[in-house]
């Protein structure tokens, strides 16, 4: 039995709640045939939110994980790409930090690609009318930070699979960010569910997705 891990997490900036966590957490103890998903939650906070993702793997020894962060603004499931090795954060995390220009991993590459088959899930989605598309770029907030550190701590895993999905607000939040896109806590479970059958059952990438990305 195959344990897929997926983590999502805190509120953060003032919000009340966290969709990628109310997403993920939704999902913990589902399985099909051959998996079980196991969700956690991280904390905002550079550092300590690589150190979490550090242990759970150590723990879990996952075949599959799948970070998932907020992204307001986003319009769709964004699957992420390419995760780089810099802090440089345009707000303060929960611990009161705003890092400027500080390196993930001292020393480390200067970036990390998935290992997710991040245009076959795209299709995927889109196939199950879910609006997605690649996103070539996690920001450089806690996201990135946490899909850096994930992508640095299964380096030299064989078989692990992983990356990182942004989602947009939940319309209760859009509601207080006048002109921001949504989309229902319903639709994102669902995109979460098809990515991880996806990224099991494809060994390799699709070669292209049609229409625009980030």
């Known amino acids: 039995m195959k344990t897929v891990l997926l983590t999502g997490f805190e509120p953060f ?30 904390p905002c906070v550079f550092g300590d939110a690589n150190a979490a993702m550090a242990a759970l793997i150590d723990e879990l020894h996952p075949a599959l994980v799948i ?16 995760a780089i090795n810099v802090d440089d954060a345009p707000i303060k995390d929960n611990a009161e930090q705003q890092l400027v ?7 480390g590459p200067a970036a990390y690609f998935s290992t997710l088959p991040i245009k076959a899930i795209v299709a995927a989605l889109r196939a199950a009318g879910l609006p997605a598309s690649v996103s070539q770029t996690a920001g ?10 994930l992508m640095h701590a299964v380096a030299g895993r ?23 896109a949504s989309m229902s806590l319903e639709q994102m479970i669902e995109g979460i569910r098809v990515a991880i059958r996806t990224a099991l059952a ?13």
């Open 13 to 42: 900036n003032k919000e009340p709640i966290n969709p990628a966590w109310e997403t993920v957490r939704a999902l913990d103890g589902w399985g099909e045939v051959g998996f079980r998903v196991v969700a956690r939650q991280l």
């Open 67 to 82: 970070a998932v962060g907020q992204a307001g603004g986003r319009v769709d499931l964004s699957v992420e790409r390419v």
């Open 101 to 107: 220009d500080v390196p993930i991993v001292r020393g």
């Open 140 to 149: 450089t907030f806690v996201c990135n930070h946490v899909f850096y550190g």
């Open 158 to 180: 064989d078989g692990v699979k992983a990356g990182f999905i942004h989602i947009p607000y939940l319309p209760e939040q859009a509601a207080r960010h006048p002109g921001a």
């Open 202 to 214: 494809s060994d390799r990438d699709a070669v292209a997705v049609g229409g625009a990305t980030h």
